[in-house]
């Protein structure tokens, strides 16, 4: 038989010592651990993880020493593929190789060092037929088993005894094998040196080329110190010639060991680059990626979402309306008009469902008396009452609905609250264990039921503030039965306590989640899934059944994986997919926004189908400045999708972040991305407080504002005079059709990548950005665009669309454009032909912006509007209308000036007669233009003379007295007003 065959593999590996290393009699007895041993002595194969965390746990206690149960797996398996490697070469490529090695040790060494150590070996460290009371280990050479004599086979085992004491890697858990008493009873180093001294004179271990022992050396001389790394040598060069089982063994031993090591509690990190492709970066868990996008009713394309952290808005209105609003029908139609007003057309309602008790009881006990349960640990998917119920969000949603206002709300698939309907009758629908999977852990404390049937523990750790348990106990009182049910995690941060993860490798499980959300599309037309990404199938593998190589995201996961192929048999459709289709047909008209992240982004809207998606790298990127990544992730979806780009959700901050004006500030730099914001295709969305300019994070328990803020008038004004215009023109800015994305380079011929430019239309309008995210001044053109994506995402097809082409300019001789820039309100004259030859100019002062629109096609017939740009010089003025206007009158405006001088009002009564003289002589001008550009028959010599006259009768007044003027003079200052107003 085969050493390769699995029932031999098991008989080779963990025949004798049943944890893969040697544990002495010493360690059994100062450890106690001899029940444990004799637990795991009773097993079959691999003793259970739990039975090695144990062993750690108590190994840790005596010897003041933390380890864990990861490293004493990895140590157990290392040795037991070296096992298997003289197996290998002993039995079935040199038989009988270590009988002769013996031979020789003895005739080279003498005969004690033969045969004093197996015996000695055998009493120190008892071999599990020892171990299971099978026999004692007088007769334990007496009886031969296996298909090698065991004196050969403890001859093995002293040699990896003597490679275990060498390993540096090995040294903090020697204490389990130490070889002291070993050593000093019998020379079992001289035995393991005579063969090692033996094995070099013979044939080479043909798959790595090297003497049998150097090659049990190699990962230790490779990697002395790391068990990480020996694993990790061991896979990369000696996979090709180990059995499937041992290596599934090393996979798991580096899945615990990730596990262990992985730092939790800093969420999910920086934002990277987006990047797209089918199967990218997904490690052996690809899935087809078709393009499959749902359609967009026309609403859903000119969404602008605003976020309100329900309970502190209620809270925040009754001290600005001076009384109680307590349930949704309170919020005065006030608000709704306001934001309607503003632009807003969705309303993000935070925390509106009926939540879970023992959520609030926790956050009590840890200290805040005021605190409600989290919005997103749910009792069940109701309104809650203590907002009125079903009946007062019906009426919310009738008096939004008059002003265009959709509401949304959040659905979280992946789990439910700890204390929860779903936990109390169907508890079998969670994910769970029969005994905790850290022997550590102690449920001692509150029971957080409300109900009478069941009895529900967090683990001691949250309340002594020194862990954070995976699993909490659920006890049904009727039948006594335990469950160890899991928390939600995302695998980026401490498990939620006030959670119970749902198992969606049930099929009724999938169905019961789909009908929640279905009911909840009934009554809201905008769902926001919570942590939407744990749901893809490759995610909530790699999370909670992780192929073998692929685990370490959630603590004790690893020894419950499973292959992709029987992974995919009892999960087998995407859910996502099948909540889009379902809700498609069932409840049309319904927005789906996911949050997704992990690089998904692409998948979710493109292939599973949601309509939205979260942008995140919009916001840390842009707070960070790193703007050439930024504007790399947008080049990369031009090139792959542009239609993915229009499914994003852009913010500045979201309830899981800092605020925006504590991430952005107050200033240009806050306004400048803000514009980014509302013109980038896709989805804008606005947190509670963003337009206020408050500061405070609202927690998920918030019943209140704990900090005593006021609006910041100045941040209102801003929003109102630069971003709600802006965002009222939605139509404009949120698609991706007609979008294109430029360069701005610079006079010296570098990209500048603070600059984002991009161009955009709707039907006849467009519009050009400009937003220099960063402190410098910059100096730069645009004139074509990167590459885009016109063909299919599969099939790409790439063009450069220039300047004119991206806004549909027509470049024909005589051809003007006005347009406004909505930063400064100045108005700009342009030809098509200029934009095509010289592209854009602008000059950008740090995180100043340009956001031109409202471009209107000129013929110019006559050549006014080519005179009227030369004039302008590609600077902007105040009016165009006005700036033509100036031009036509120009031939009576420049003799006006030259008659009504700074010199002239300075001697207003006339006494200086050269001064009289000139004045005369500019009048006399100024009247003729006036005659010629109105064509009217004006007496000019009766004008002057009546002009004279008043002069006179000022100089007589001393210049303080003027009602002696003519009346015609009077007219006259009428006629010149009318040549103006022309």
Known sequence: MSISTTAKLDELLRGH???????????????????????????????????????????????????????????????DIFRYLIALYCQEDHPGVISRGLSFTREQRGEDVVVKPPPAFVELYPPRP??????????????????????????????????????????????????????????????????????????????????????????????????????????????????????????????????????????????????????????????????????????????????????????????????????????????LDRLAGWGFTGLWLIGIWERSVASQTIKQIMGNPEAAPSAYSLYDYVIAADLGGEAAYNNLRERAARRGIRLASDMVPNHVGIFSKWVIEHPDWFIQSDYPPFPAYRFTGANLSHDDRVKIQIEDGYWEHRDASVVFRREDT?????KYIYHGNDGTSMPWNDTAQLNFLLPEVREAVIQTILHVARMFPIIRFDAAMTLAKKHFQRLWFPQPGDGGAIPSRAEYGMSKDDFDRVFPKEFWREVVDRVAAEVPDTLLLAEAFWLMEG??????????????????????EDNAKYRTTVKNVLEFSPEVLKRFVNFMNNPDERTAVDQFGNGDKYFGVAMLLVTMPGLPMFGHGQIEGFTEKYGMEYRKAYWDEHPDPEM???????????????????????????????????????????????????????????????????????????????????????????????????????????????????????????????ELAGYQYHAFLDFREIKDTDGS??????????????????ACREMQLEPVLEPFREMVNAEFCRDTGGTDDECRKKFEQAAAKFFAAAKNQLNADIKIDGILADISTGLDAVKTLGGGNVSGIPARYGELVGAKRHVFDL
């Open 17 to 79: 010592f049943p944890c893969g290393f040697p544990i002495s009699r010493q360690a059994e007895t100062s450890l106690e651990i001899a029940d444990l041993l004799r637990e795991i002595a009773d097993g079959e194969g691999l003793p259970a993880l739990y039975a090695l965390r144990k062993l750690a746990d108590q190994y840790s206690k005596v010897f003041n020493r933390p380890i864990h149960a990861g490293e004493l797996v990895s140590v157990g398996v290392i040795l």
């Open 130 to 335: 020892v171990l299971r009371g099978e026999m004692v280990e007088q007769d334990f050479f007496a009886v031969e088993t296996g298909t090698m004599p065991r004196r050969e086979t403890i001859a093995g085992e002293l040699t990896l005894l003597s490679l275990a004491m060498e390993n540096p890697a090995f040294e903090p858990y020697v204490g389990f094998f130490d070889d002291t008493e070993l050593a000093e009873r019998a020379q079992y180093k001289a035995l393991v040196g005579g063969l090692e001294e033996f094995f070099d004179t013979q044939p080479v271990f043909a798959p790595l080329g090297l003497p049998l022992f150097e090659c049990l050396r190699a990962p230790m001389r490779a990697c002395p110190d790391s068990l990480d790394a020996q694993l990790k040598y061991i896979r990369d060069n000696w996979a090709a010639f180990l059995p499937a089982e041992l290596l599934e063994q090393l996979y798991l031993a580096t899945d615990i060991l990730a596990e262990e090591k992985r730092m939790r509690g800093l969420g999910p990190g920086p934002s990277p680059v987006l990047q797209f492709g089918v199967g990218l970066g997904d490690k052996g868990r690809r899935y087809p990626e078709p393009a499959a996008f749902s359609p967009d009713a026309d609403w859903m394309s000119n969404v602008v979402l605003i976020a309100k952290s329900t309970y502190v808005w209620l809270d925040q209105l009754s001290k600005k309306y001076q009384r109680h609003l307590r349930y949704l029908s309170d919020i005065p139609d006030e608000e």
């Open 478 to 482: 009727w039948t006594g039965n335990v």
């Open 603 to 624: 998948y979710f809207v493109r292939t599973l189908g949601i309509h939205r998606v979260y942008n995140s790298a919009f916001m840390n990127m842009l707070k960070m």
């Open 716 to 842: 209102v004004d801003r929003h109102e005079r630069e971003i709600f215009p802006l965002m009222r023109r939605r139509r404009l800015f949120s698609g991706a059709e007609n979008f294109a994305f430029f360069d701005f380079v610079t006079p010296d011929g570098w990209v500048d990548e603070n600059v984002f430019a991009y161009t955009n239309r709707a039907g006849d309008e467009r519009a050009v950005i400009l937003y220099n995210n960063a402190y410098n001044t910059t100096r730069g053109t645009i004139r074509e665009s990167t590459q885009i994506n016109v063909g299919l995402s599969d099939e790409p097809q790439m063009v450069r669309r220039n300047l004119v082409e991206a806004l549909a300019l027509n470049t024909y001789p005589g051809i003007y454009y006005t347009f406004c820039d909505y930063a400064t309100g100045l108005e700009y004259l342009r030809s098509g032909e200029q934009f095509a030859n010289d592209g854009l100019f602008a």
């Open 865 to 882: 509007w080519g005179q009227l740009a030369g004039r302008i010089g590609g600077g902007g003025v105040p009016s165009i209308n006005d």
